[in-house]
């Protein structure tokens, strides 16, 4: 079974929906991360959380939101979907406290906003 | 200025061909360096970490330059396998906040 999970994989949405994409992962990682990848323009970070009570901005978290709702979830909900938010987003997990931290990413939900 | 910046490519190589790829970073207290590859809509995946004397992974071997900032990848034998985007990756190294900043990608693609 894969290590972090993301659901839906591919979502086609309207313009002014809310929607709610979900990450799970087994890993025991605190430090949860939603990115958002673009063409040309690579990983962008939304938001980031280093445990269950700590929520971060990133670059771009404008019209995004977040929850964490427990250790292995970390959901990220757009609540007026507009159709520059077409992308793929990516989940990600990784150790706590390593100098050499490194990423493990979910397998991308591909979001089309009409 | 970009905190990573990479040649987009794309690079299109012949099987068998060396190639190399340059990343630069520019908050040089950055501590820890890495490339990851990513293939057509997957995930990104760790290929490898970047020490500052250097490191080889079978046909990658991966360079750092602390004086000038900057990270190579360098892929021997290519194969076709091989083709991917490959992500530069630097880890600022703070603690309580977000350290780890991607580039955007050098393309790669192997011809037969």
């Known amino acids: 079974d894969a290590d972090v999970t993301q659901t839906p994989r591919n979502r086609i949405t309207k313009t002014g929906k809310r929607i709610m994409l979900e990450c799970s992962q087994t890993?025991?990682?605190?430090?949860m991360y939603w990115y958002r990848q673009d063409p040309g323009l690579g990983l962008r970070l939304i938001y980031y959380?280093?445990?269950?009570?700590?929520?971060n901005k990133g670059e771009i978290s404008d019209g995004y939101s977040v929850s964490r709702q427990a250790q292995a979830k970390f959901s990220l909900s757009l609540e007026s979907a507009i159709p520059n938010q077409t992308a793929l987003y990516f989940c990600?997990?990784?150790?706590?406290?390593?100098?050499?931290?490194?990423?493990?990413f979910g397998p991308g939900t591909r979001l089309l906003v009409l | 200025r970009k905190e990573v910046e990479q040649d987009p490519g794309p690079f299109n190589v012949p099987e068998g061909a060396t190639v190399a790829f340059n990343c630069t970073y520019s908050?040089?207290?950055?501590?820890?360096f890495f490339w990851y590859r990513q293939d057509c809509r997957k995930e990104p995946k760790l290929l490898m970490s970047?020490?500052?004397s250097g490191n080889e992974d079978g046909r990658f071997t991966a360079q750092l330059n602390r004086a000038s900032q900057y990270i190579s990848l360098l892929i021997r034998d290519s194969k076709l396998s091989d083709s991917a985007t490959y992500l530069c990756?630097?880890?600022?190294?703070?603690?309580?906040?977000?350290?780890?900043?991607f580039g955007t990608g050098t393309r790669l693609t192997v011809i037969p």
């Open positions: 990600a997990t990784s150790e706590p406290g390593q100098q050499e931290e490194t990423q493990y």
């Open positions: 990756v630097v880890n600022r190294g703070q603690t309580g906040a977000n350290n780890l900043f």
């Open positions: 970047v020490y500052s």
């Open positions: 959380s280093f445990d269950v009570k700590d929520i």
């Open positions: 908050n040089s207290a950055s501590q820890s």
């Open positions: 890993k025991g990682h605190d430090r």
